[in-house]
């Protein structure tokens, strides 16, 4: 039984998938997943796959790639428990699986509001699966009018999505000021006034409540103490990771399965990557959660070096896009706290009028960089940071000065 195990069949598990079989591992991988079918990437779902019923999920890896790599795949078939002390997972279906060593990577779960109650409402959608996807989208298609709580990534991209099908929309967010966990105050201003200038309204800081259900629907809610009537509602409030599994086989997990820089749990035999853990990040000195797709990838490679004898310790860049309408959002480098001692930051102009870069350091390192509409800036600035590099700001701020330059 020298199998490894992973649980879940997401972006980080199909990563960890192709570097297993790269390194000559794949008949040792069995890949166990709750969703039917086979990994597939998630951002188009907020996005292209929203616009038209022709769009179909884009699969990670071409039809049969992993049977005929020699992965056994168990589709359709969550694991329910595990034991560590025996080596093994138990399926929904009966089946119990052995393992030498078990790679959770269960991703994270769309946050739920409490005052909606537990059953399901035919008119409030949650996205984070193609299932879910598919279902907005057919209620998008009879719906004249879209709500969305949450001013996210992923709520703001379907607000877009659902604005450029004709429908009115409006979005709702507790906070001063969109993305506020992500960005910059100054690009949460940019995508505020570039949204609200499509035709998108816009509550900002508003005081949500007065949920009224009716027939299995949410009938309205009231915003800062106006009913609203809704016809269909995103809840676009943030993930939770899905630590159940780790929780109950007795794993440490804080908002995240705990995890070191080899992507090894609380007990070395158990690993875990992507959505669903919390890891030191050696560039921010302290341990994070991430949801990106970037870190999805770079933890499985970490994972792969440490399945196969080559542990390494795990140092990324974090990256992360957003498309949304006309702005092409990228980010590079993690976006200090309002307020962090020694930040300062510089706007260096695009290649046109709807293109910056946002350069931001804290005591004169470089340490994030947020690009709108200039993706080639977007790529010098991940190399300067992965270097390490700390271009002067007069000259980073200089379009007539190449990113590449500083490079050197
Ligand atoms: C709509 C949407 C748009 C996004 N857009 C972007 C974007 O533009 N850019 C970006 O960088 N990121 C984006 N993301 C985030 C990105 O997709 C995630 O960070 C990434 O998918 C995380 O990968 P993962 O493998 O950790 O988790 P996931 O891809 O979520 O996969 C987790 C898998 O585990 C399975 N699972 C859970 N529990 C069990 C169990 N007990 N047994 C078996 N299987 C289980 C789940 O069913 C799921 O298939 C988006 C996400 C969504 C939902």
Same mark, same amino acid.
């Given at each position: ?6 649980? $879940? ?118 996205? !984070? ?79 949500? $409540? ?16 106006? !009913? ?39 007990? %070395? ?71 962090? %001692? ?49 271009? %002067? ?5 200089? %379009? ?9």
């Amino acid at each position: 039984m020298n199998s490894i195990v992973i649980v $879940g069949g997401g972006h980080a598990a199909a990563q960890l998938c192709a570097g297993l079989a790269e390194a000559g591992q794949a008949a040792r991988v069995h890949l166990v997943c709750e969703e039917a079918c086979e990994p597939y990437h998630r951002p188009p779902l907020s996005k292209t796959f929203l616009k038209s019923a022709d769009q179909a999920t884009q699969p990670h890896r071409p039809p049969n790639w992993f049977q005929d790599s020699g992965i056994h795949l168990h589709l359709g078939d969550p694991v329910v428990a595990i034991d560590r002390a025996a080596h093994t997972v138990s399926l929904r279906s009966g089946a119990v699986l052995p393992w030498e060593k078990l790679v959770l990577a269960t991703g994270s779960r769309a946050r739920r509001l409490p005052a909606l109650g537990d059953a399901p409402l035919d008119n409030v959608i949650t996205l !984070r699966a193609a299932d879910e996807a598919q279902r907005l989208r057919e209620r998008l298609a009879q719906a004249g009018h879209v709500t969305v709580l949450g001013g996210g990534f992923i709520g703001l991209e379907v607000a877009c999505t659902a604005l450029a099908l004709g429908k009115k929309v409006r979005v709702i967010e507790v906070a001063p000021r969109l993305l506020g966990r992500a960005v910059s105050p100054a690009l949460s201003k940019h995508v505020l006034q570039t949204h609200r200038a499509a035709g998108m309204e816009i509550d900002l800081g508003a005081a949500v $409540g007065g949920f009224e259900l009716e027939d299995g629907r949410l009938a309205a809610l009231e915003v800062n103490g106006q !009913r609203q009537p809704v016809d269909l509602l995103l809840l676009g409030i943030g993930g939770v990771p899905e630590t159940a599994l780790a929780q109950a086989s007795g794993l440490e997990c804080a908002d995240g399965i705990v995890v070191d820089a080899h992507m090894q749990t609380s007990d %070395p035999a158990v690993l875990a990557v992507g959505d669903c853990t919390r890891f030191p990040d050696r560039r921010a000195g302290r341990a994070l959660r991430l949801e990106s797709v970037q870190n999805a990838n770079d933890q499985a490679r970490t994972a792969v070096a440490t399945l196969t004898g080559a542990a390494r310790e795990h140092d990324a860049i974090a990256w992360f896009w957003s498309d949304q309408g006309s702005l092409r959002l990228q980010m590079a480098g993690l976006m200090p706290a309002e307020g962090t %001692p020694g930040l300062a930051s510089v706007r260096r102009p695009g290649p046109n009028d709807s293109a910056f870069s946002l350069l931001h350091y804290v005591d004169g390192k470089l340490v994030c960089v947020e690009s709108v509409n200039a993706p080639v800036d977007h790529m010098m600035s991940r190399k300067l940071l992965e270097a390490g590099r700390n271009p %002067p700001p007069e000259q980073a701020a200089d %379009p007539a000065v190449p990113l590449k330059s500083l490079l050197a």
